[in-house]
């Protein structure tokens, strides 16, 4: 059986964001949503699960 090859998140990154201090986000292989800092495009990823970026979206629209 041959691997399944995976995929490279695709990030994006708001188009407010011109000082290269921002935060990039993708949807991971494995359904979890990653965010980074994009200084450093190797650094560490925060993931969460899709019902709490939901809800975190929704609560930013309320703010």
């Known amino acids: ?3 399944t090859p995976q995929r490279e998140p695709a990030w994006r990154v708001a188009s407010k964001c011109n000082n290269g201090s921002c935060v990039a986000v993708a949807a991971l292989p494995d359904g979890r ?3 980074r800092d ?3 495009d190797n650094g560490p990823i925060l ?3 899709q019902d709490d970026w939901e809800y975190f979206l929704q609560r930013l629209k309320k703010a």
């Open 38 to 40: 994009t200084k450093d």
């Open 47 to 49: 993931s969460v699960d």
């Open 1 to 3: 059986m041959t691997p």
């Open 33 to 35: 949503i990653g965010l």
